[in-house]
């Protein structure tokens, strides 16, 4: 897996009050190449024990994959992250009115169409590795509703299940020209009791562009990932 390296000064350079860019039609806009937010290693890092509401046969197999050290992390094997542990790595997001295209880097080396049109999901969904995204402006916020995902995706390297019931509800808020915040909302009632949500902000990468990445390059053991 690609490490990501933010240089400091860039970081400096931008500030976290810099004037948050905006569109013609005065919404902010979401472009740019994202780094990652620090949550690939454990998307729970900041809640405390007890506040992810695991079910009893998913608390079960999250041990499991501890003990294990992740052991059948599909990500090993160069199968895409999903929604939303795509979300902790570096992304480009091109913004268009109707559509916002999200180009990932690491993981397959693929991408994500988020319509922003008005259409609703599908009623004949087949189950994917991203399942199907649709976006609407709330204020100067976009909310995505990501449905249809297949269930075989970890949440994290740490070994957080999903399950095909898996529903996502993503909350993009710009804050300034340096940060994007990502608000996720994990509903899944096949690995657990209730909704629970995250907050993973993104800083800004300038003067870079996304690198080719082939993963299966990497992967010269994947034999005994998994």
Same mark, same amino acid.
């Given at each position: ?51 992810? @509401? ?20 599909t990500a090993r094997t160069c199968l895409p992250d999903g ?13 268009? @009115? ?21 259409r609703g999901h599908p009623a004949d969904l087949d189950p ?32 957080? @299940? ?21 608000e996720i909302t994990i509903d899944d009632p096949g690995a657990?009791?209730? @909704? ?31």
């Amino acid at each position: 897996m690609r490490l990501w390296i933010i240089p400091a000064l860039t970081l400096a350079v931008l500030g976290p009050l810099s004037a948050q860019p905006r569109n013609k039609d005065g919404k902010p806009d979401f472009s740019g190449l994202w780094g990652p937010s620090g949550y690939a290693a454990n998307i729970a890092k900041h809640l405390k024990a007890g506040e992810v @509401p695991m079910r009893p046969d998913a608390a079960k197999l999250f041990q499991e994959r501890q003990a294990s050290r992740g052991k059948g992390d599909t990500a090993r094997t160069c199968l895409p992250d999903g929604i939303p542990r795509s979300n902790s790595l570096g992304f480009k997001i091109m913004h268009n @009115p109707d559509l916002l295209l999200i180009l990932y880097e690491g993981s397959v080396h693929t991408f994500r169409q988020i319509f922003m049109d008005g259409r609703g999901h599908p009623a004949d969904l087949d189950p994917t590795w991203y399942g199907h995204s649709i976006g609407r402006w709330e204020g100067d916020a976009i909310v995505v509703d990501t449905v249809s995902q297949n269930g075989k995706t970890w949440l994290d390297q740490a070994g957080h @299940p999903t399950t095909d019931k898996l529903h996502v509800t993503e909350r993009f808020t710009r804050l300034d020209l340096g940060h994007l915040r990502v608000e996720i909302t994990i509903d899944d009632p096949g690995a657990y009791t209730r @909704p629970w949500t995250v907050t993973e902000v993104s800083p800004l990468i300038q003067n870079r562009e996304l690198h080719e990445f082939l993963c299966n390059a990497d992967q010269i053991r994947a034999e005994h990932l998994r």
